[in-house]
């Protein structure tokens, strides 16, 4: 798992300043949201490299086919990741091509992440034989739910993951240090319950965002763009899965959840009431339009995005050893 991480971290920063120096000569840039949709400082980051998430893709894919043993199920991971990643791929290069903040249409995204949570649903079931359940996390109960209410919580989760890190990723290394804390607490999960192969692939997968926070930090030199924001919401989606913890990945990636959240509840409130909860949403540009500097609001949200991972991994180590009770 260390050598993992480490091979990840190390390829991305051999490869980053290559890379991001291709990207730049061919004018690969962020395209901004026109003003009053984010704060005023951030018209300075148009133009700024993006697609950075193809190296995290190739750092976290390269160390983990060599390492593992490629087992089924971690292979699904990351099937779930690249797939994801290839939708906000195609997302990111309509953004290039038409030279505007907006690509794929909301629509044609969740249909691509419908068709990879419906092949998470009949791999895992099918293939790896995962039962069709939801576990409750203090209950110690699973209950069965049946195929088709699991692929609905499999949808949410995936399609609900890979939005929500891509509302995250708006400041610079926000999203990447959030999603390393997150995929730690993952890490760790798969390691207690033995889960080698897995383990293996979010240790490279954290290695992958420790190394991209190279290049990533304030003042960033290169934005993951929706190639890496959604490959890493697949990731860590698929990873909830694979764990049987969908449920209790609301705790461990709480700080994903606020941010989706503070977005889904600005609208309705607005539609509504006409009126607005928030200064702006995600509820990182409030803090900023609340005069929080951008590097105060990324530390914060990290050290939130830690703590809420260490009491995810609490909740489950404290059920590890008891047996689920299966209700049906």
Not at 11 to 38: D, H, S, T, Y
Not at 65 to 71: A, E, F, K, N
Not at 191 to 209: K, M, P
């Amino acid at each position: 798992m260390l050598i993992a991480a480490i091979s990840a971290a190390t390829l991305l920063m051999f490869l980053g300043p290559k890379f991001i120096a291709w990207l730049r000569a061919n004018e690969v840039g962020q395209f901004v949201r026109p003003p009053g949709m984010i704060p005023a400082g951030h018209a300075e980051k148009q133009g700024t490299p993006t697609m950075g998430g193809l190296l995290i893709l190739l750092a976290t894919t390269l160390p983990f086919v060599i390492l593992s043993s490629r087992s089924t199920e971690a292979m699904l991971v990351l099937f779930t990741t690249i797939a994801c990643g290839a939708i906000g791929f195609v997302d990111d290069f309509m953004k290039i091509v038409k030279k505007r903040s907006l690509g794929l249409s909301g629509r044609w995204r969740m249909f691509g992440l419908l068709i990879v949570a419906a092949i998470l649903v009949w791999a895992s079931v099918d293939v790896v034989g995962l039962p069709t359940t939801l576990t409750v996390p203090l209950l110690d109960r699973s209950f069965e739910i049946g195929v088709v209410a699991f692929f609905v919580v499999v949808f949410l989760v995936v399609s609900g993951f890979a939005n929500a890190v891509n509302l995250t990723d708006g400041l610079d290394g926000l999203a990447a240090g959030v999603c390393a804390m997150v995929l730690l607490a993952y890490t760790a999960i798969a390691f207690v319950s033995e889960q080698r192969d897995l383990a293996i692939f979010g240790a490279t997968l954290v290695g992958a965002c420790v190394g991209f926070l190279w290049f990533n930090s304030f003042p960033a030199a290169v934005f993951m763009g929706d190639t890496g924001s959604y490959a890493l919401g697949g990731a860590i989606a698929a990873m909830a899965v694979m764990t049987k913890t969908e449920l209790l990945l609301i705790v461990i990636g709480a700080i994903l959840v606020a941010e989706a959240l503070s977005v889904i509840i600005q609208v309705i409130v607005f539609k509504r009431f006409r009126r607005r909860v928030f200064l702006m949403t995600p509820v990182h540009h409030h803090f900023e339009m609340a005069a929080w500097s951008e590097t105060k609001i990324i530390v914060r949200f990290w050290l939130l995005a830690a703590m809420f991972a260490g009491v995810g991994f609490t909740l489950y180590f404290r059920d590890l050893q008891n047996i689920p009770t299966l209700t049906p």
